[in-house]
């Protein structure tokens, strides 16, 4: 190892990916940062059963676990325009642009891609730190411009959702059972009869599930969006009352 490569700094890194397996590189299939953020934040929550308050539901018994939602990752990246991380003949031959920095974000991180109609799936590495998910929200300020009103200087409030394609939790320790809550995360080609038929064992149970979910169209499910499936038995009581 040269002294070079020894003392460079490792820079963070976002990856993206055609496929949620993280198989298949975009293009471009990745980006690193121009300065490290100083601090990245990690959020994580746990949701109970509806009507539990403070730990403790109406009927005063401990609230019942339903399951884990994923986690989130926030951040704040610096692009900057002005060169102030370049010397000599770097700057010359490869000026820094802060209009196309965040277009290359974008691209890799909120716009849609044709060929998978949706954004992409993303991997954010930083040494040995590796956070798969996709990007929830983004702001950018800009802060510096040149003479032409053309920025020099951004900050970008990032905030990604950890992905978890085709995950299941549950209640209990039997995550097959259909009288368990369980979660799913909605891919290109679902539907919520399908899904019904896998949790369940019956399609019948759709209609049941879109109310649950508040959902205007069960026809129009979205790749990426989140679907809860309450316990049959839970389900049974909702619909008698």
């Known amino acids: 190892m040269s002294l070079l490569n020894l003392f460079k700094l490792e820079k963070l ?27 990245y934040q990690r959020s994580h929550a746990v949701t109970y059963d509806n009507g539990q308050r403070q730990g403790i ?8 676990y339903a399951y884990t939602p994923p986690g989130e990752l926030s951040l704040k990246l610096v692009f900057d325009g002005t060169g102030v991380n370049q010397i000599g003949l770097e700057r010359l031959l490869k000026p820094p642009s802060v209009k196309k920095d965040i277009q290359t974000f974008e691209k890799l991180c909120l716009r849609m891609n044709g060929s998978i109609h949706q954004p992409q799936f993303l991997v954010v590495r930083w040494g040995d730190f590796s956070f798969p998910g996709r990007l929830q929200q983004l702001d950018i300020s800009y802060t510096l411009f040149d003479e ?14 950890e992905d978890q394609a ?33 949790i369940y ?41």
């Open 13 to 39: 890194c976002i990856e993206a990916y055609l496929d949620v397996q993280r198989k298949r590189p975009a293009d471009p299939p990745r980006m690193e940062v121009m300065f490290n953020p100083t601090t």
């Open 57 to 64: 539901n109406q009927q005063g018994r401990p609230s019942r």
């Open 148 to 161: 032409a009103g053309d920025p020099l200087r951004a900050e970008l409030q990032v905030r990604f959702v």
């Open 166 to 198: 085709n995950t299941t939790t549950a209640l209990g320790a039997a995550k097959s059972s259909p009288d368990l809550t369980h979660v799913r995360i909605v891919k290109a080609g679902d539907t919520l009869p399908l899904l019904c038929q896998a």
């Open 201 to 241: 064992g019956s399609a019948s149970h759709y209609l049941m599930v879109a109310g649950h979910n508040a959902l205007d169209d069960f026809r129009q499910l979205q790749p990426g969006q989140r679907l809860l499936f309450p316990p049959l038995a839970g389900a049974g009581n909702a619909e008698a009352g």
